[in-house]
């Protein structure tokens, strides 16, 4: 029986930090969700999803880490709580029993575990992924005599899986908005004669880059020869645009120069 | 009359581009359009033209009486324009019966001619911008008529206006609506190489046409020009200006990602003669 | 629980069993309610009413198996019932972090109490003090087997479960993704195709997504240009779909029929959608076609009713053209594949009339189109309050001028035929020759115009057709000219006769002559002045002395325009003759008359009749000549 270390208090606080960072992130979901109808834009609503799941994942790890010192810490109210006007708080503080609805997510995860031991659920899943269908594991009572995997088997294939997945993800090209042809014969004159807006890789180089922002430009360009009065005109006229850019030069003499010249005959200077 | 102007300049290298996109913008071929500008200035107050100038038996009364109002104004530049064909350029004149231009006229040319007697002339008078209220669009008054075949300058110097200088112009005409879209630069003519020491202008317009070679962009890098104008029939009649406008900026913004069309200096279109 | 978990942005979708109703609704009664004994049956009792009205997971899955069938108000209250569970598990999840942020915060407060005093809720300041939470370390009995164990299954459980749920996600997704690739393959080869055949293909102009093939007529009238194009849809099998907005799905088009005397006696012939009718070519084609013919039709009503003046009829869908007393021109807009019975009455050469029409009309509205192009592409007039008009096209007025042009010819022809054989049963020899529409023989080949325009330009022009023949007279000759304005007034026919009668040089008709029966009669008139002066200049050569030297009569002209001819014989007796001409028959008649009579106006009944002969093209005995009847009547 002891009062905290610096070192312990120190940790509570990093917990406190965590807590803190989860509750604003789960917050800020709640105010986007009531501010939007009906719902944020995908990608938002997809950001905010994911700082909350590494949040958990934060405190997640650090409550795992400093386990021992927690479970060793023990709370009760001091004389000055007010426990008669306000024992239901004080309840809802301390209390250790889970909700019921953590506690029956907790029987699902176990029994799920115990269908996999008892009736190799783990061993299902790879027909299950070649069929590419079917959600769960459960539901699978059909198949009796499916190969089981012993925990250590579970143990080396979650080794495995991490490294493998990432391997076969980087042999692949995942930037693969233009065919190999298309890249030979050129990105922008391939966006330009299809007259459609398909982004560049993002690993190209800086001034690649650039030349996107252009292309853009340009396709604005036959967007505007279409756009007009609703019909519609003459639209393969672009064909030889892609290249016409490259090296403009620009007018040295300025255009009231040139217009005063017109209107009066003083030369330019 | 009165004429909304925009104009854009379009680097050369855009050109090619610009005129297929101003095809499919309006849905027509370009109109390729060559012109001779003289331009004239006046040397005297005006007074009342009773002079007749030389012939001008091909001009209605009509247009004397409005040449008149143009020209008793003030003191301005004017541009006097004929229309040309390329066919006109480099080839031998075929009235003026000089015998030494016959003799060495062996050009390939020689089976079209100039005939500068019956190049038809038109006086463009361009008030000066109008200052203030249109900032966003230049917007000045205009008129224009019909003038006699021929030698112009007896009769511009019978009106008190003298020849300033001469250069050609060259471009494609689109019709959009009722907007008249220009693409277009100034060609000057090549100095003359047998007098070397006097690179100055001839004081009348030439009676001959070089070949269009020889012909040099005023802008050396052989820019265009892009001008976009809608002429009112009254000025005065505000609704109809505020529709010319527009009608001018719907264009501005069909076009913006191409060309950034704007209003000219007001002072470079400056017409008056100080 | 230290293994990681995505967060459930969808609620797990899971059959729930009855046994799982417990924890959930114990967990709503702690949110909602505090605790269990704020909560008494009452409430309990409405809660359970609205439970059973609305029970969020019977209902979910029911929605995903008819996600598909549910239209767009229905899926929207899905949405807002989902976005409701999102709300409220966040709410939750927030709830339940906070109780834990603020139980740390209040253990801390203790030691740190203005740091931790930060995170604390404002509840919870209010209610208790800070620093009111005591903490010591205890040395926790160790944990059983059991339960590191239970925690293990239970990470493990849903790990696998989650993995499991992640890999069928993947490929899902993969299989979703490649069903999409093969759709768009399908969609862009189609799309190519459509575009190979040489069609425009281009962006909506208001929809920068999606593409659009344009089919229509550039230099329409806008409302018609402006539905010249059609969207390229993908069904979601990649399938090609041609979004036609407005265009009706039924092939239509402009119907031309001959009614002769009270009967349609000619139809144009029905052009019925191809068999391929499905593939996108000739979806295309037909959307353009009907845009085109409802185009046409348009313009007919609008041309037909400015000619009003001129009998044309315009009813909701039919125009009704008169040609010639017996003949009408009905244009009616209809559907292709809608049966149309050949008309019984029908013949062939009426159908060929129509079908003639039928062409001509299409030429003409697209000679019109090239006119508007031709229009929108000259330097514009200066801005005026008045906008130009669009004129009416010139479609039924060519078509018209040119119908009663050709009506007009015949009738002429007859005329002259008739007249013709009436004089040739009389011996007499005359000729004419017509030339049908020489103003269109005329077309001159120009630079400036393609030869198309040119050639339809001259159907626009006047019609001009002209007949000269030879009268019995030598030297005799007259000249019809017609003259049909389609366009400009004034319009209808017009006659000019030109006659050169030698005898008679200061005789000219009038000029302008609208009336057949009035050209009828000047014709007719000078072929029978022709005649008297035949009569007048056949007298025998020996007769040219002195009158009745030799005893026999020498004819003179005595009034012209009434046809009569006087002769005095020897003993003073005057005999008159009168010719009398019309188309079916020529007449002379001789008689005495005193010579007194002259001077009044002759009266045929008053006088005593000599002879009388009248030549008719179709009688079976051919009587004498004219020359021996003159010759006859010349006997003293």
Known sequence: MSTLSPDQIKSLEQSRQRLIQLTHSLGSLITSLNQSDPLPSWPSLQSQASIISSNLLTLSTHLSENHDLLRSISAYPSPEFPTRTHGNTLEQLLRTKLDPRVEDWVGRGRKSDNNNTDMGLWGTLTSNSAAGLSSTGQGLSGEGNVARLSEGDLAALWEWAPVEANSEARRRNWGGDFTLEERERGVQSVAAGLGLRRVLEDDEDESEEEEEEEEEDEMEVVGVRKSVTGSGFEFDIAAASGGARQEGVAPVVPLDDILRYMTTGIPPR | ?274 | MTDHFSLPLRPVIEKRDSSDSLPGDIAQINAQWGSFRELNEVSLREKIEAEKDKDPWAEEDEGDKEAAELDSSERMDLLYKRRAEIIQFALQAHMETSFALDFVSLLLSKHNPRQAETSMSPFLKTAAPLGSLNSEIVNPPPRSDASLKDVKSVSRGWRLQNFNNAASKLLNAGSRLETEVVAETKYWDEVLAVKEKGWKICRLPREGQALGVQYGFLEATPIFRDRGLAALRRADDGRLVLDKGLIPRKAQGVRVRVKHKGHIAGCSKVYRPSQDAESIESRILQARDTLFEEELFHELIREARILGSQGVTTRQNLVQVPVCDEQEILLDLVDWDQDHAPEETASSERNVLADAIAHSIRILLTYAHRQNLHRRTQLPPPLAPKRRPVPEYQILRPIMAYLQHKSHIQWLESLLSDLRRVLESAGITCDFHATHFSSIGTLQPSNLIPKVEALARVFLAPFESTFSGTLATPQSSFRVRIRTNPAVPPFGTFYEIFVHLPQFPDVQPPSHIGLQDEVAAVITHFAMLDIASTISLHNPPNAQGVPGKTGRLSWEVAYPHHGELLAVDSTGQSKKMKVNLSREELTIHTYFSSRSETFTRPIVSRSSTLRIQTWRPDLKEPGPSLVEFVAQASQP
Request: charged share 20%; aromatic share 8%.
């Open chain 2, 1 to 274: 009359m009165h004429e909304l102007l925009l104009f854009a300049s379009v680097p050369s290298h855009q050109h090619h581009e610009l005129l297929q996109q101003l095809a499919g913008l309006t849905a027509m071929q370009p109109r390729h359009r060559l012109e001779r500008r003289l331009i004239f200035k006046a040397y005297r107050k005006p007074g009342l033209v009773n002079a007749r100038g030389g012939t001008s038996r091909e001009m209605q009364g009509a247009d004397l009486v409005r040449l008149n109002k143009m020209l008793n104004g003030g003191m301005y530049y004017t541009q006097v324009v004929g229309p040309i064909s390329g066919a006109d350029f480099g080839s031998k004149p075929s009235s003026s019966g000089d015998l030494d231009a016959t003799m060495s006229g062996t050009d390939e040319t020689a089976g079209s001619s100039y005939d500068y007697d019956s190049q038809p002339w038109k006086l463009e008078f361009r008030d000066i911008p109008e200052a203030g209220t249109r900032s966003t669009i230049t917007a000045r008054l205009t008129a224009s008529a019909t003038l006699p075949k021929g030698d112009i300058v007896t009769p511009m110097s019978a009106w008190g206006y003298s020849f300033v200088t001469e250069y050609v112009v060259e471009g494609d005409a689109f019709i959009h609506n009722d907007i008249v879209i220009f693409l277009h630069r100034v060609l000057q003519y090549p100095v003359h190489g047998h007098e070397p020491h006097e690179p100055h202008e001839p004081h009348e317009p030439r009676r001959q046409m070089p070949s269009f070679r020889d012909l040099s962009p005023l802008e050396r890098t052989g820019s265009y020009i892009l001008q976009a104008a809608i002429t009112v029939q009254d000025g005065s009649n505000q609704e109809l200006m505020r529709t010319a406008s527009q009608h001018l900026f719907g264009l501005r913004e069909q076009l913006k990602t191409a060309v950034r069309l704007e209003h000219a200096d007001r002072l470079s279109l400056d017409t008056r003669a100080k």
